[in-house]
């Protein structure tokens, strides 16, 4: 009743029953952090700024309406929503066993006919939600969480922020979504795409999984678009000769350029390799070892980026006094790693969110990672020697005018 007073909605009554932990991503929109629940169960929710979609809040409602339609073992569930004057809250089911790469390094060993029943079950998902005419459209290794440390624990696709529900089975979607080095080709070339997209990155994640290393290896977009367009894809002999001829033969009917000749969820579904009986035992762990030292790399500038996120998003709140965005922004990036060390739930909304810069163990004073430290350092040299290169150029350029009028000068 208080809280109504106070202008609140109505169902801002449900937010005290949340105890809000560490950030675990941010976005244009809002953020997403941990909390504990009315039942004990941990939850991610996302808090989404009212005026980041102002002008478009059925997106937010749309969202709200997907996620309450979906039901798969494969897919995160949703729990509840509310709302306060300038925010939304999101609450879905956390997933703890932590992201897909991450746990097969746990692993001693990782097969071929591992991988082949890794994709089936998210070929389960996805298949679900094309039959219910929802497109992912941010498919990637990242957003592929195991549900809990349990060993026979589910693998559930999560992360719904882009992902569309067509009004027909036949619409066409323009806007750009997804993830660099997943996103297909017609997506980056803006000419429509829809169901396709996703059956595009179940591609790249699988050939990804069984060699270590991504098909598409462009780093910057014009480049990547010509390599995806060519779908020139090669199987490295070091690399592939110890995969089964089905492996390949299931990602080049997913690799396809045109999104016509695509196979669709449900014809891949059918492929043998998902059967398992052709994959060999071939042990993938040590590429995959390789590849996740490289990705948590990108992970360190990421953390800066996520620094950068939320600190923008703190000064875009409307209503600082009750405040959702973490006070220290860069511990608070750091805590968002997979294995960071979790904030205590019994201290108090703002300490769990860094504001005393206590670990989660006691009163010990915590320190940034190493890979933030070092992303930081990369990042401050990287923009010194953009400095020092747009300097050289400004200096060259000058130069060349100079010379090109000394040079009129005399001729005239």
Request: with cysteine; net charge neutral.
């Amino acid at each position: 009743m208080l809280n109504r007073l106070h202008g609140q909605p109505e169902s801002y009554d449900k937010k005290s029953k949340y105890r809000f932990g560490r950030t675990l991503g941010a976005g244009t929109y809002g953020i997403v952090r941990e909390a504990d629940g009315p039942d004990g169960q941990r939850v991610a929710i996302k808090i989404i700024l009212k005026k980041n979609v102002r002008g478009n809040e059925k997106m937010v409602l749309d969202e709200l309406e997907m996620l309450q339609r979906l039901n798969h073992p494969h897919i995160v569930k949703f729990k509840d929503w509310f709302e306060s004057r300038d925010k939304y809250y999101i609450v879905t089911e956390l997933a703890t066993g932590g992201e897909l790469f991450d746990r097969i390094c746990e692993q001693g060993k990782f097969t071929e006919k591992d991988a082949s029943q890794t994709i089936k079950q998210v070929l389960g998902a996805v298949n679900y939600l094309h039959q219910n005419n929802v497109v992912h459209r941010d498919l990637k290794p990242e957003n592929l969480l195991y549900r809990s440390k349990a060993l026979d624990s589910d693998l559930v696709l999560a992360d719904f922020g882009i992902a569309k529900m067509l009004d027909t089975k036949d619409e066409v979607l323009t806007t750009m979504a997804g993830s660099f080095g997943y996103a297909a080709p017609e997506v980056m070339l803006k000419q429509g795409h829809g169901k396709p997209v996703d059956m595009w990155s179940m591609g790249v994640i699988t050939y990804t999984l069984l060699c270590g290393y991504s098909p598409f290896r462009s780093e910057n977009l014009q480049d990547l678009i010509d390599e995806c367009s060519s779908a020139q894809v090669v199987f490295h002999e070091r690399y592939w000769k110890d995969v089964s001829d089905d492996a390949k033969s299931f990602i080049m009917k997913l690799l396809q350029p045109k999104p016509e000749d695509r196979w669709s969820s449900e014809e891949a579904l059918s492929h043998p390799w998902l059967k398992g009986e052709t994959a060999t035992d071939h042990n993938l762990l040590p590429e995959i070892k390789a590849y996740l030292t490289k990705a948590r790399l990108r992970r360190g500038i990421e953390l800066v980026k996520l620094a950068n996120r939320i600190e923008a998003l703190k000064m875009q709140e409307d209503d600082p006094e009750n405040s959702d965005m973490p006070k220290d922004s860069t511990l608070a990036a750091d805590q968002s790693r997979p294995f960071a060390p979790r904030a205590n739930s019994g201290n108090s909304s703002s300490n769990i969110a860094g504001g005393s810069g206590a670990a989660a163990g006691g009163g010990e004073k915590r320190t940034l990672s190493k890979t933030i430290k070092g992303a930081i350092f990369r990042e401050v040299v990287l923009a010194k020697v953009r400095e020092m290169k747009e300097k050289e150029q400004t200096l060259k350029i000058t130069e060349e005018v100079e010379s090109e009028v000394r040079r009129k000068s005399f001729q005239g």
